[in-house]
């Protein structure tokens, strides 16, 4: 049986993003170009599936990422297709999405939140893995002393995403002092 993907890319503030999704929902937002290494990894054998341009769940999160970036999105109401994560994984997910636009949780505060206090490493793990960053807000997740961490798009785009959501009035000056120092340092 075929695993008929609809795609798109999108330019963005940030860059290119490449975003699939199958019938079920998305699992895919990638920063750049098609990762199909990526996508080997997740379906296995590339042969059954065929991709489409446009259509579905892909154009749907497109319009959203669209609006968030346009200022006028602050929440995302798209299904997920997340059958390459764990369930530890998901659960963290879960739990991301309810971190509010513009605030920021710890990985710590994730972890307690699952009731697993001793996994903020597990908990940064997983969004280390975030098959669908932005709308999985796994950029509003930093470190418990406040320092960035990290971020699968870089620590730039993690920095602009805070940003754009805060603004940097509201970001907090250490914050950036601390992103800007790490970078250049």
């Given amino acids: 049986m075929k695993l ?20 079920t929902g998305l699992f ?9 290494a990526a996508l080997e990894s997740f379906y296995g054998d590339r042969g059954g599936v065929t991709f489409l341009l446009g259509g579905g769940i892909a154009d749907t999160a497109a319009r959203q ?8 999105r602050k929440t995302f109401s798209v299904p997920f297709d997340l059958r390459g994560s764990s369930s530890f994984m998901k659960k963290a997910y879960k739990v ?29 793990g997983a969004m280390g893995l975030n098959p669908v960053p932005i709308i999985i807000p796994c950029h509003r997740v930093v ?14 785009v993690k920095k602009w995403l805070l ?15 601390e992103v800007e120092g790490a970078e250049n340092g």
């Fill in 143 to 156: 470190a418990s002393d406040g320092t960035l961490g990290g971020y699968g798009g870089g620590l730039s």
């Fill in 4 to 23: 008929l993907i609809n795609y798109n890319t999108l330019p963005t503030p940030i860059g290119d993003l490449w975003i699939g999704a199958t019938e």
């Fill in 28 to 36: 895919y937002v990638n920063f750049g170009a098609l990762d199909n």
């Fill in 65 to 72: 990422i669209n609006e968030y970036f346009a200022g006028v």
């Fill in 96 to 124: 991301t999405q309810k971190i509010p636009f513009g605030e920021v949780r710890s990985y710590g505060w994730i972890a307690d939140q699952l009731r697993e206090p001793n996994s903020a490493r597990a908990v940064g």
């Fill in 163 to 177: 940003a754009h959501e805060a603004g940097q009035e509201r970001l907090g000056l250490g914050l950036l002092d």
